[in-house]
């Protein structure tokens, strides 16, 4: 059984870079052919496909967030890691790792989710 779990800070100031780190425990990140996304939820909003790293370490992000947001790695622990700089109250969100077997951007569905980790943005 595939699980992820969600790590980071739950507070952060304005013009900060979130890292948040997702632990991935029953199957390795670099399994053929699986991909890694970071999905994120305002309070009264919809999900939002942040980005995903792939099982060969190639990343893929959405257009909307290209210039703020770099995804990483480390594949000795099985962590992917999502970095979201020049962050602001409007990026307060629950933030979910999931992983999806394709390679449409944005996913159309994930097999399986974090619990999620609920992040805020405030001076």
């Known amino acids: 059984q595939v699980q992820l779990q969600e790590s980071g800070p739950g507070l952060m100031k304005p013009s900060q870079t979130l890292s948040l780190t997702c632990t991935v425990s029953g199957g390795s990140i670099t399994t053929n052919y699986y991909y890694w996304s970071w999905i994120r939820q305002p309070p009264g909003k919809g999900l939002e496909w942040m980005g995903a790293?792939?099982?060969?370490?190639?990343?893929y992000y959405s257009p909307s967030l290209k210039s703020r947001t770099s995804i990483s790695r480390d594949t000795s622990k099985n962590q992917f890691t999502l970095h979201l700089s020049s962050v602001t109250p409007e990026d307060t969100a629950a933030y979910y790792c999931a992983r999806t077997g394709g390679h449409t951007w944005p996913p159309r569905r994930y097999e399986y989710w974090g619990q999620g980790t609920q992040v805020t943005v405030s001076s």
């Open positions: 790293i792939a099982f060969s370490g190639s990343t």
